[in-house]
């Protein structure tokens, strides 16, 4: 075989192996993340400290990248597509496993007091094992955990008589860095009838409380 054969099949190799792998860059995720959370260019701008127009193009490239479109966009709203919530569930987890090694080993011994507020709903499912985590990789330190009400919490981030607040937001409205996502739904007993005619009784959390918010404007909406 001739040398500028071998030479052409050298060629060959590196153009195959650079189209098949596209690596997801960490810089595009985070960005994609954050338009995602707020269905807002602008905002998600403002979230990861970047110009609307920067943001617009790592979008860009990260749909170059993955060969799909990520949201559906219009003058007045942006949509998550399909592919986009698929990447959104992996983007997730390569942005924690990308904080958490870093934070693993550039971490100090940490110590102290770190005073944390939850609802109670958070704060029976959802803490649990973030605190034995914590408590595993930082023995040092001292978790306080306050439960009221979302809308009595967030104030006192504030006042800073809490550290960190595990609350619900609105989607046009996210604040703090997204912990997870949760679709709301109606659940009555299996027995239940409607009766347009009768008055329709409801179980909600406190006034305040965004998830009633939600709801109470869906049945605004309806009448």
């Known amino acids: 075989m001739s040398l500028k054969r071998i030479n052409l099949l050298n060629v060959m190799s590196a153009a195959y192996h650079c189209a098949m792998k596209r690596d997801l860059e960490i810089d595009l995720l985070r960005s994609f993340v954050a338009v995602a959370a707020h269905l807002n260019f602008t905002q998600a701008a403002n979230a990861v400290g970047r110009t609307q127009s920067a943001v ?62 939850a609802p109670d709903d958070y704060a ?9 985590l914590i408590g595993r990789d930082y023995p040092r330190l001292q978790l306080e955990v306050t439960c009221d009400n979302a809308c009595d919490l967030l104030p006192q981030l504030d006042t800073r008589a809490l550290d960190v607040v595990v609350a619900t937001h609105p989607t046009n409205a996210v604040s703090g860095e997204v912990a997870r996502y949760e679709p709301l739904h109606w659940v009555a007993a299996p027995d239940y009838l409607d009766d347009p005619a009768a008055p329709l009784s409801l179980v909600l959390f406190p006034a305040g409380c965004v998830c009633r918010d939600i709801a109470l404007n869906a049945l605004r909406r309806i009448d």
Do not use: C, M
């Open 124 to 132: 029976t499912f959802l803490l649990p094992p973030i605190l034995s």
């Open 56 to 117: 617009s193009l790592q979008v860009k490239r990260l749909e170059e990248i993955v060969g799909k479109r990520l949201f559906d966009r219009t003058r007045q709203s942006v949509a998550v597509t399909h592919a986009g919530e698929a990447l959104l569930v992996y983007a997730n987890r390569i942005l924690s496993a990308n904080d958490a090694a870093l934070s693993h080993i550039q971490r100090p011994e940490a110590a102290g007091l770190v005073r944390v507020g």
